[in-house]
């Protein structure tokens, strides 16, 4: 019989105590993590087990509005850019793939990530962890977007990878809210930074690949204000 919501919630609960009570907590600059590493080596299936549990406590759970996907669609459009392929990470129930596709003009491929099996139900979404890339991403992704990247075990590798996708003078939206500061980390969204800090961090451990050009009054989270940080990959000319 299919598991009631509170008793995943239990489930989730019951293993973070008896796995992941723990971890500890490292800081570098302005960005504080639950380091998902024994003995200097990470230990990826608590980390994926984690978000998996996460994940099926809270599926039917909503974090972006489609006001705030409105607007980020109109800003890409106002960048010049004309999105043909673009990946959103860590998506749940796959709405923000679903909204940009709607909202871009010419129906472009618009595909999102999830670790967890619970990928299978929703459209347009792929079980994937978003540490990874696949080669044919590589170079020609017109833009990514994400609210999940504070779910990472590694934000510089995460972000590395994402931006090895973007297509020269693609974008990258990251959105910030009070729920990524530092003081908001827990086993299920282990990295927490400051706006300024996330800013810096970009534009200094990843400045070689392109700049963040802004960073956008959004819509709300709840009562929450929604910014977000746009990094756009480099044009190399010819
Ligand atoms: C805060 S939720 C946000 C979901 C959705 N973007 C929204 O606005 O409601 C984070 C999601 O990212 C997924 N996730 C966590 N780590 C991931 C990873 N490494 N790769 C892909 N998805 C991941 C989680 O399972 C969860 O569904």
């Known amino acids: 019989m299919e598991q009631t919501r509170r008793e995943k919630r239990r489930a989730f609960k019951q293993f973070v105590q008896q796995n992941a009570a723990d971890l500890p907590v490292k800081e570098r600059g302005d960005l504080r993590m639950i380091s998902f590493e024994l003995d200097g080596k990470l230990d990826y299936e608590l980390y994926r087990e984690i978000q998996t549990l996460g994940n099926k406590y809270k599926l039917d759970w909503q974090w972006v509005p489609e006001d705030h996907i409105r607007l980020l669609s109109g800003h890409l459009l106002a960048l010049g850019l004309n999105p043909k392929f673009g990946l959103c990470h ?17 129906q472009p491929e618009v595909i999102g990530t999830e670790i967890s099996d619970t990928a299978k139900f929703f459209p347009h979404t ?3 962890d978003f540490h990874e890339v696949k080669p044919e991403w590589v170079g020609v992704t017109d833009f990514i977007y994400s609210n999940s990247w504070d779910h990472s075990y590694d934000p510089v590798k995460a ?3 994402w931006i090895s996708c973007l297509a020269p003078g693609g974008a990258m939206l990251l959105d910030h809210a009070r729920d990524f500061m530092p ?3 827990c086993t299920l969204d282990p990295c927490g930074i400051s706006e300024e800090g996330l800013v810096n961090l970009l534009n200094t451990e990843l400045g070689d690949e392109g700049r963040v050009t802004e960073v956008l ?9 929604i910014r977000t940080i746009v990094f756009q990959k480099k044009i ?3």
């Open 183 to 185: 003081d908001q980390i």
């Open 90 to 106: 860590g998506t749940r129930q796959g709405f923000e793939q679903s909204w940009f596709r709607d909202l871009l003009p010419g």
């Open 217 to 225: 009054d959004g819509g709300k989270r709840k009562l929450d204000p």
């Open 126 to 128: 792929i079980q994937w």
């Open 159 to 161: 972000l590395t990878a």
């Open 236 to 238: 190399i000319p010819n």
